[in-house]
């Protein structure tokens, strides 16, 4: 079966042309003119993908991106905005979007994000089919993407759990934002790294006893971030 993209945007000929070269690379689509009618479909459909813009009519793309990951929905999202500001695209890859373009933007580009971010989402899948990781009270089950400390369930976003259990993986190393840029978002976010300060903290929030003094994910002053056994 082919894959299915959702594309969420109000501009008729920003539709027709994406959906003419989405299809033209082999993908089903179907189609949303407002925030509103693009999360019910992607609440009751099942997508590969979802394009979604950033500025829509009766709810804007951020809304959208912050109630489909509230409602653990995690189906890859690229976002479309037209405006080229980084407080934005910051923004929406912190409420869970997997990677933006800014308009205007040539089809092929865009096709060619859709085939990297599914071979990245597919990879991970097959990666995270791994064994339990424990490390002291925190214990990390990557094929269910969820994490239990002192026999509390915890609940993540994609990113925080990706990053979370990248971090696990590599317990003992220090790792510089950067490195966690690349390997979590896998985009080079021109050499802006707050995304991964705001996923940190969200973590620390989650897993940290005490969060003014963390005991797992730990700052390594000038360097980076690295996930600790407490002592």
């Known amino acids: 079966m082919n894959q299915k993209?959702?594309?969420?945007?109000?501009e008729d000929s920003i539709v027709t042309l994406l959906q003419y070269?989405?299809?033209?690379?082999g993908f089903q689509t179907d189609v949303a003119y407002t925030g509103k009618t693009g999360l019910e479909k992607a609440m009751t459909d099942e997508f590969d993908i979802i394009l979604l813009d950033l500025m829509l009519p009766e709810l804007d793309g951020t809304e959208v991106c912050k109630k489909l990951r509230q409602k653990q929905i995690d189906t890859p999202i690229l976002m479309l905005t037209a405006k080229d500001d980084?407080?934005?695209?910051?923004?929406?890859?912190?409420?869970?979007?997997?990677?933006?373009?800014?308009?205007?933007?040539s089809p092929k580009e865009v096709v060619a994000?859709?085939?990297?971010?599914?071979?990245?989402?597919?990879?991970?899948?097959?990666?995270?089919?791994?064994?339990?990781?424990?490390?002291?009270?925190?214990?990390i089950h990557p094929e269910q993407y969820e994490a239990i400390i002192f026999d509390d369930l915890l609940t993540f976003t994609r990113k925080e759990f990706e990053l979370l259990l990248y971090l696990a993986k590599n317990k003992g190393k220090v790792l510089s934002r950067d490195q966690l840029l690349s390997a979590v978002w896998n985009y080079d976010f021109v050499g802006d790294t707050?995304?991964?300060?705001?996923?940190?903290?969200?973590?620390?929030?989650?897993?940290?006893?005490d969060t003014k003094n963390p005991i797992y994910i730990k700052t390594?002053?000038?360097?980076?971030?690295k996930m600790e056994e407490p002592s």
């Open 21 to 25: 070269n989405i299809e033209k690379a």
């Open 194 to 209: 707050r995304i991964v300060d705001v996923h940190i903290s969200h973590l620390r929030d989650k897993i940290e006893p």
């Open 86 to 105: 980084e407080f934005d695209k910051v923004l929406g890859l912190e409420l869970g979007a997997d990677d933006y373009l800014t308009k205007p933007f």
């Open 113 to 139: 994000r859709i085939k990297a971010i599914l071979r990245r989402t597919n990879k991970e899948e097959k990666d995270n089919q791994t064994q339990v990781i424990k490390i002291a009270d925190l214990t």
């Open 5 to 10: 993209v959702l594309i969420v945007d109000d």
């Open 220 to 225: 390594i002053r000038g360097l980076g971030y």
